[in-house]
């Protein structure tokens, strides 16, 4: 008789990258998932154990989605690890919604914010409340020729000319989602 091996402890942000990876994965969809595994204290593997049926009640995941991730599991997995690598190697921060590192002013003032944030930068920034904070948001698959012009404009404000006007008034951070 085999011996049935344990899976391996999954990091929480490959966790996410995975999820962020099955279409049809909305924001309020990772919302829901985010609250129900603080509430019932789960962690990744324990969720990705989930029978597809319980994907559907109790996370909220709709039929196509459940159907992917059961379709595409192995591959979805490999597809997360790599780009937790890569996130790792580029330096980029993915703040969720119920950890310490995400920004409590956006939970509180959106009605509907984010339940992942990519960020880059000095994350320390978000916590200061000496000041306001100007963040440089973009969109998922963002254009070289976007991320640039954003460079640029985060570059500008930073500039010698604006430095001293904007550092009385506000922070700069930059972000990338």
Wanted: one cysteine or more; charged letters at 20%.
């Amino acid at each position: 008789m085999a011996e049935r091996v344990a899976p391996q402890p999954m990091r929480f942000t490959q966790f996410l990258l995975l999820l962020h990876s099955i279409p049809g994965v909305g924001d309020k969809t990772l919302s829901h998932l985010l609250r129900y595994m603080a509430q019932q204290h789960l962690a990744p593997t324990d969720v990705l154990a989930f029978p597809q049926a319980r994907w559907q009640r109790d996370l909220q995941f709709s039929a196509g989605a459940c159907k992917y991730l059961f379709e595409n599991r192995e591959a979805l997995l490999q597809k997360s690890q790599e780009l937790d690598r890569l996130r790792q190697l580029r330096q980029i921060h993915l703040l969720y919604q119920g950890s310490a590192s995400y920004p409590e002013l956006l939970d509180v003032n959106d009605e509907a914010p984010p339940p992942i944030l990519y960020a880059r930068g000095n994350l320390g920034l978000i916590d200061e409340n000496r000041s306001f904070t100007f963040t440089v948001l973009t969109s998922n698959k963002p254009t070289p020729h976007h991320l640039n012009r954003v460079d640029a404009l985060v570059t500008d404000m930073r500039s010698e000319e604006h430095t001293s006007e904007l550092q009385s008034q506000f922070r700069i951070s930059y972000a990338v989602f």
